[in-house]
């Protein structure tokens, strides 16, 4: 199973919000943190706005933040929020695909695959935020320090 480099940005996101919960970021500096599309992560940010798990606060001091408690975003909801299929195969035109036993173990696979990003939340994935933090180069700015 791959996923698409927009489940990725997502993930990124939501990750380096995570990270510094003391305060608003911008997407120009989400972008210039990981180095990637300020343009992609701005569609991304969008949505997952929209979705709830990114709060926007608007006018000249705005910025993002998470929109929810790391604990309460699902990894796995996540993901189904940013993919558009889980279809691993097209058997629409293929002549076996009335006795094929593979759709049928590819759902099962998606399925464990799916069941263990369900286990986790952002919050597990933030245990190690003093390391992001500085492999991002982000400053701690908090009065008690990153976690």
Known sequence: MRLTRYTD??????????SRPERLSSIAEISAAYRISQNHLMKV??????AGYVA???????????????????????????????????CGSCVIAPACGLPSILNEALAAFM??????TLADLLDR????????????????GPR
């Open 115 to 120: 069941a263990v990003l369900d286990r986790y």
């Open 129 to 144: 935020r003093v390391s992001m933090r500085s492999l991002l180069g982000i400053e701690d700015q908090s009065p008690g």
């Open 56 to 90: 926007s606060v608007r006018g000249r001091s705005g910025g993002i933040r998470l929109g929810a408690a790391p604990e309460d975003i699902r990894i796995g909801t996540v993901v189904r929020h940013t993919e558009d299929g889980f279809d691993l195969v097209d």
């Open 45 to 50: 940010v969008n949505d997952l706005a929209r």
């Open 9 to 18: 940005y997502a993930m990124r996101v939501l990750l380096y919000l995570g």
